[in-house]
C-alpha cells in the first residue's frame, strides 16, 4: 500500500488530518521484476553477470577486513553441449543448462554463489574457501553431473571442465580471468577435467592474446608462407603427393612453432582465416611449382575442426581450385579424425559434394581419435595418415607395430591407401614395406621445404625418385 497523509487542520472545512491510501502492488511487484530481470539469468534463474562480479567484490571486500579468509572462483564449461543443440535443438539445449543450473545449485554450499556466465559456461564463488577445499567444492559439482539428463525421455551425459582461482589476486576481473584461463587449460587436457591456476597460464592467455593478434595482423599482409613435405609412394619412390605446411617468421620471435601458432589459431577464432589463407597460398605456390617440375604431386592442405563447420568453407575449397594453377583432383583435404567425427553427418554431406569435383580427403592423425568402423565406412575419405606418435616406435614397441600393421590391413579392407608419418630411419621404411603401406613422409627423405628448394631436390633426384630400397639385414 502507498500511504499519503496531509495536514488539513488550518482548513476549516476539514479541521484533521487527511489519509489517503492506494493498492500499489503491481507496480512494485513491476519494479522488483525489473530488478531480477537486471541480475538474474532469465533461462536458470541464478545470478547474472552483473550480480556475480558485485558477490565477488562484495567476497573480496569481506576476505580484505579479515585479512585471512580467501575466496574461491570455480569456473565451469561443459563438454559437448554443442553437439547436444546441434543434435536435439536449442529446446533441449535450454533444458539440459536448467537442469544443470539446479544440480549445480544442489550440490554447492548454502553461503556460495552459482551464476551463468553465459551459453554453457557457469561460475561458483566460494567465500573463506583455499585451494584444497575449492578442489572439493569442485569435485562434488562435477559428480553432481556424472547421472544421465532426463530431455524429454532422452538420455544425455554431460561433463563439465572447470578450472579454479583463489585470492589474491584482490579483484573480481582478474579472479575470473584466472578461473577462465584454468578452465581452458583443463578442457585442453579432455574433458571431465579440474586445473588449479597458476601464473604460468594467466602469462600463456596473455601470451596467445598478443601472438593472436599479431597472426591477424600476419594473416592481413600476407606474411606467412608455406613448406611443403613430400610424400613418397614406397614401392616406387616417387612422390605422389606434397603436405602444405605453414611457417610463420614473427618479426620479434622469429621462427615460430606451427603448432604453436596453430593452437593461437584455434582458440582465438582465426582458424577458418588461417585455412583460408592456405587454400589460396597453395593454389599460387602451385602454379609455381608446375613451371619449376615436370610433374606436380597431389597438395594436401589441413583443415581445422573449427573451418570444418564454417558454412564458407566449400567455396574456400572451390575456390583454391578454380583456376589454372591447381586443378580439383590435385588437392587432398586433410582433416584430423576427431574433427571427422564432432559433426560427422553435415562432414560427410560436405566431403561427398567435393568428392564429386575430383576433391579427395585424407584422415589425418589416425588411430588417435574416437571414429567407429560404421562412421568411417560412410564417410568419403580415400586415404588413412598413420600418426607419428605409432611410427616412431614401431622397431620397438610391439603395440606401435600391432597398431600400425592393424590400420594398414583395416584401409586394405576398405579399399584405402595408407601413408605413414614422421618416418626418420630405414629401419621403419623396411617395416612399413613389408607391412604393405602405400606412401610415407618424413625426415629420411626431406624436410618441409619452400617451393624452389623442394623443387631443386626433386629435379636433382635419379629419375625424380627418391630411393626407397629396403634396408639390408644379416643373417
Do not use: H, K, Y
Given at each position: 500500500m502507498e500511504n499519503v497523509v496531509t495536514n488539513c487542520l488550518d482548513d476549516p472545512d476539514i479541521a484533521g488530518i487527511a489519509c489517503t491510501g492506494r493498492d500499489v502492488t503491481a507496480r512494485v511487484e513491476a519494479q522488483e521484476e525489473l530488478r531480477r530481470q537486471a541480475l538474474r539469468d532469465e533461462l536458470t534463474g541464478l545470478a547474472n553477470r552483473t550480480l556475480l562480479s558485485d558477490r565477488i567484490d562484495q567476497a573480496l571486500t569481506r576476505a580484505a577486513r579479515t585479512g585471512n579468509s580467501p575466496v574461491a572462483v570455480i569456473f565451469a564449461d561443459l563438454d559437448q553441449f554443442k553437439l547436444i543443440n546441434d543434435s536435439w535443438g536449442h529446446a533441449a539445449g535450454d533444458r539440459l543448462l536448467m537442469q544443470v543450473a539446479r544440480r549445480l545449485t544442489e550440490a554447492a554450499r548454502d553461503a556460495d554463489t552459482v551464476a551463468r556466465f553465459g551459453g554453457d559456461e557457469f561460475v561458483v564463488v566460494c567465500e573463506d574457501t583455499d585451494q584444497p577445499s575449492a578442489q572439493g567444492v569442485a569435485e562434488q559439482l562435477q559428480k553432481a553431473l556424472a547421472d544421465p539428463f532426463d530431455l524429454d525421455g532422452r538420455r544425455a551425459y554431460v561433463r563439465a571442465s572447470m578450472g579454479i582461482a583463489v585470492s589474491p589476486p584482490h579483484s573480481a576481473p582478474d579472479l575470473l580471468r584466472f578461473a577462465d584461463a584454468a578452465m581452458y587449460a583443463a578442457k585442453a587436457g579432455g574433458p571431465g577435467r579440474l586445473q588449479l591456476f597458476d601464473m604460468t597460464l594467466a602469462e600463456d592467455a596473455a601470451d596467445r592474446l598478443t601472438l593472436g593478434n599479431d597472426l591477424r595482423d600476419a594473416l592481413a599482409r600476407d606474411e606467412l608462407a608455406l613448406h611443403f613435405q613430400p610424400v613418397v609412394e614406397l614401392a616406387t619412390g616417387v612422390p605422389v603427393g606434397l603436405e602444405a605446411i605453414a611457417r610463420w617468421s614473427h618479426p620479434i620471435r622469429g621462427q615460430m612453432s606451427p603448432q604453436r601458432f596453430v593452437e593461437v589459431a584455434e582458440t582465438g577464432g582465426l582458424a577458418s582465416a588461417l585455412n583460408r589463407w592456405a587454400l589460396h597460398r597453395a593454389r599460387r605456390d602451385a602454379g609455381l611449382l608446375r613451371s619449376l617440375m615436370p610433374a606436380l604431386p597431389r597438395i594436401a592442405v589441413n583443415i581445422s575442426v573449427r573451418h570444418l563447420v564454417d558454412a564458407d568453407l566449400e567455396a574456400d575449397v572451390l575456390s583454391a581450385v578454380s583456376g589454372d594453377e591447381l586443378a580439383p583432383h590435385e588437392l587432398v583435404l586433410e582433416i584430423?579424425?576427431?574433427?571427422?567425427?564432432?559433426?560427422?553427418?553435415?562432414?560427410r554431406e560436405l566431403l561427398e559434394r567435393l568428392r564429386t569435383r575430383g576433391i579427395k580427403t585424407a584422415i589425418d592423425d589416425f588411430g588417435t581419435g574416437y571414429s567407429s568402423l560404421a562412421h568411417l565406412n560412410r564417410l568419403p575419405v580415400a586415404t588413412l595418415k598413420i600418426d607419428r606418435s605409432f611410427i616412431r616406435h614401431i622397431t620397438v614397441d610391439a603395440d606401435s607395430l600391432a597398431i600400425t600393421?592393424?590400420?594398414?590391413?583395416?584401409?586394405?579392407?576398405?579399399?584405402?591407401?595408407?601413408?605413414?608419418?614422421?618416418?626418420?630411419?630405414?629401419?621403419?621404411?623396411?617395416?612399413?614395406?613389408?607391412?604393405?603401406?602405400?606412401?610415407?613422409?618424413?625426415?629420411?627423405?626431406?624436410?618441409?621445404?619452400?617451393?624452389?628448394?623442394?623443387?631443386?631436390?626433386?629435379?636433382?633426384?635419379?629419375?625424380?625418385?627418391?630411393?626407397?630400397?629396403?634396408?639390408?639385414?644379416?643373417?
Open positions: 584430423t579424425e576427431s574433427a571427422l567425427m564432432e559433426n560427422a553427418d553435415q562432414t600393421a592393424s590400420i594398414i590391413e583395416l584401409a586394405r579392407s576398405m579399399g584405402l591407401s595408407t601413408v605413414a608419418e614422421g618416418v626418420e630411419t630405414i629401419e621403419q621404411l623396411t617395416l612399413l614395406q613389408t607391412l604393405g603401406c602405400w606412401a610415407a613422409q618424413g625426415f629420411l627423405w626431406s624436410p618441409a621445404l619452400a617451393p624452389e628448394a623442394l623443387a631443386q631436390l626433386i629435379n636433382r633426384l635419379p629419375d625424380r625418385r627418391f630411393d626407397v630400397r629396403l634396408a639390408e639385414t644379416s643373417g
